[in-house]
């Protein structure tokens, strides 16, 4: 399983993104599923409508109903925690989906994610640990 943010899910799927093919060569390498969190899910959703409309969402809704992308929802402990890093990186700042992914990474114990977001360089789990950035940018 490999944590996932909204921008390589968007490049996976609009062909349209600079970021589209590493994304794709990555994506073979992965461990299956990857996970994400609904802001997240919520964030990719709404970009790709105003990429390509419902071709895009559709193929976003297929990760998921195949199994190979899970939305997971967070514990009250996660979500606490979520707003509670808002506050921690409110200089950047740090929006929703972005706080839900470390918040996660911080309850399951996982520190590799994919994504395009360069803040992900600057957030630690708690508060020490590096994330492990997939592709490395």
Not at 47 to 74: C, E, F, P, S
Request: with cysteine.
């Amino acid at each position: 399983m490999t944590l996932t943010d909204a921008g390589p899910l968007i490049a996976i799927i609009d062909a349209d993104e600079p970021d589209h093919k590493v994304c794709l060569e990555m994506l073979g390498s992965l461990a299956l599923p990857l996970i994400t969190t609904w802001p997240s899910f919520t964030e990719a959703m709404y970009l790709l409508a105003r990429a390509g409309g419902i071709l895009g969402q559709r193929a976003l809704w297929h990760l998921v109903l195949t199994d190979r992308l899970r939305i997971i929802d967070l514990s009250p402990s996660a979500l606490h925690r979520s707003a509670r890093l808002m506050d921690q990186y409110a200089d950047r700042p740090m929006d929703l989906a972005d706080a839900t992914l470390v918040a996660l990474a911080e309850e399951s114990g996982h520190n590799t994610i994919f994504s395009l977001d360069a803040d992900f360089q600057i957030y630690r789990i708690r508060g020490r640990q590096r994330f492990q950035i997939i592709p490395i940018t």
